[in-house]
């Protein structure tokens, strides 16, 4: 039996300074991006309006996550004290916030993307 599936995508950006714990380089020092956030999430039921999530809500509630990061030095942040602010881990600061957003939504958060600039990426996702 085929499964159809629904994927909707949001994106926004944050800029802030980060530096590497434990890395020889020059990543080690303190530098910043200008972060692009992509957010996947996919499910199998539309609701009666033929909406998976509404982008909107989906779009506000990531501003309101990458607010907590933006114009900021990562390695200040708890999540970051305890995890090097790796483009990968970036990815799974913001997985976590958004998969508890939608634990009241028929969807789960598919992959999550951040962009360091315009040709390296780090994604986050959770094979079911």
């Keep these: 039996m085929r499964r159809c599936i629904y994927e909707v995508r949001v994106e926004d950006t944050f800029s802030s300074a980060h530096h590497l714990k434990n890395y020889r380089g020059k990543c080690e020092r303190v530098h910043g991006h200008n972060w692009k956030v992509e957010v996947y999430v996919s499910g199998e039921k539309l609701d009666r309006d033929g909406l998976l999530v509404d ?74």
């Design 55 to 128: 982008f909107s809500i989906l779009k506000d509630k990531l501003k309101d996550i990458l607010s907590v990061l933006d114009h900021r030095d990562l390695n200040t942040i708890p999540f970051f004290k305890k995890n090097n602010p790796t483009s990968e881990n970036i990815c799974l600061y913001i997985y976590e916030r958004v998969k508890g957003f939608l634990k009241d939504y028929p969807v789960r958060v598919k992959r999550i993307t951040v962009w360091e600039n315009d040709k390296q990426s780090a994604s986050y996702s959770v094979e079911e």
